[in-house]
């Protein structure tokens, strides 16, 4: 066959498939185009899901009757001034959108500017163009999308079940939402308004909180802190939730970047390594970080519906997310989520009938709990972390009397009263009770003391009898012998041997019998990826938590009052405590209102 140039309506069509893949992305354009028109408001509406109508109305600056017609044409733009790739400032750029959208659907767009005596329209049905007529409209622009994939039908058997469609332009509009608290957002179908968000009248970053929650829930908004972090003219915001308010899957982690919504594996990747000391690998924390960076060291050109990015210096990138992130969670000190105590009182409330034996089990476990911060009876008890042999006869060793000799005013743990199937500790608070797992929270205690000694730089080296040597490519070889230095603090010794390969000499005795090549290996790849070295600090973190674990005061041991108020003393001065390593949490409080409405007595 012949060469010949696709018709102009095909190739739209063509494009349409890569810009305009379901009902969302549709959403997702044409919201984007009203947030960089600088609209106040921004109201959709779907039919069928999206098939039948996309409704996309703000209050923006609009377009005259030639901007009108030249908006629905390929690679037509107001959104480069300058024709730079490099330095992308708005959400759309490419000028693709609209002729993709118009290309397989019928597309009505109305709009009127500020200085306009009229509003005028134009439409576009299956890529063909019509002409601007007048027509009645406020200030803003109206971008209505009937039949969507009516030209390209084969596109309708591959969309899913209609709520499917509809959660995912719900989350489209969401994510803008949470990264423009300025602007008022709706989103309605044909049933019902779906959601209203409205701009919060509060400072920016209470207004951005007030969102974030209005997204995410009120849980998120109470048990979350505060991230800044600012490092070579980038910058990080937002909010990180605690470790025990986590997830089963990473849809509750929003990143932006440059108020751009993005799914990018570095910036989850930086999330993960933040929050991998406190969370099991299947355990997932809620976030909604927000990073600015110079516009012309971030590549936003790089995926047709431009939700990945590349950053000019991704280690950079990463270690300011982390960072940031850490010392956010730090700061927390040994706060645990509220959802905690809501989850347990929640185990207690569905049994809690007049009949049966579950509900009788459940009351008497709460009196007796309730029965421990009354008793004052004194128990012998044995000495510090000292085995037990036999079994306890009795469940409960209640403390010394400790009302004079430590208020329960003074500290937010409170002061303890019994220890509890040698496992847990009971404290009496100001307010309420407060239940300790004397194993996970020792385990985070211990495990803290170890990553404060590696990080003073206090690492035990231990010298290979026979060095080792690694064979790597060249250039691997290269990148890590230009880190040597930063390795000797670790307690790693390298040196080059050769075109590459590498000679180990001494490593960090906490690492015990490691693979050293694989080591290196690990080693040589994050400095290809991230321009920093991650897998020793990791591997040595992973040692002081497994050894943290063994090291720590196990269940089944009897405390005696003071190791239990020493427990808790040291719980309040470290942080991160309110949860163990692997993300669980290691006390629960229960305040006195939420046991008396258990019993009905509220």
Known sequence: MALRLLPETLVNRIAAGEVIERPAAAVKELVENAIDAGAKRIDVVLEDSGRRLISVTDDGRGMSPSELALAVDRHATSKLPNDDLVDIRTLGFRGEALPSIGA?????ITSRQDTGDEGNQIQVDGGQKGVVRPAAFRKGTRVEIRDLFYATPARLKFLKAPRTELNHASNVIKRLAMAHPEIAFSFADEAKIRFRLEVPQLKSSAAQLDRLSAVMGADFAANAVQVTAAREGLL??????????NRGNS???YLFVNGRPVQDRLLFGAVRGA????LARDRHPMVALFLEVPSDTVDVNVHPAKSEVRFQ????????????LRQALHAAGHRASTTVAQAALGAFRPELTMEGDKGTQTRALVRELAGVVASYQVSPTPGV?????????QNIVCSESVTEAVPVTSFPLGAARAQLHETYVVAQSEDGIVIVDQHAAHERLVYERMKNALASGKVKRQGLLIPEVVELDEAAAE?????ADEFSELGLIIEKFGAGAVVVREVPALLGQSDVTQLLKDLADDLEEYG?????????????STMACHGSVRAGRRLTSDEMNALLREMEATPNSGQCNHGRPTYVKLRLSDIERLFGRR
Not at 236 to 245: Q, V, W
Not at 313 to 324: A, I, K, N, Q, W
Not at 532 to 544: F, G, N, Q, W
């Open 104 to 108: 397989v659907s019928r597309m009505t």
């Open 236 to 245: 990080l915001t937002g909010y990180a939730g605690l470790p025990t308010l």
């Open 251 to 253: 849809r509750a982690q």
């Open 275 to 278: 929050y991998r000391d406190f």
């Open 313 to 324: 210096d991704g280690g950079l990138v990463r270690s300011l997310v982390v960072g940031g």
């Open 385 to 393: 972390f000292e085995d037990i042999d036999q079994p306890s006869a």
């Open 479 to 483: 990148n890590l012998c230009e880190k």
């Open 532 to 544: 920093t070295a991650r897998a020793l600090k990791e591997r040595l973190e992973d040692i002081c």
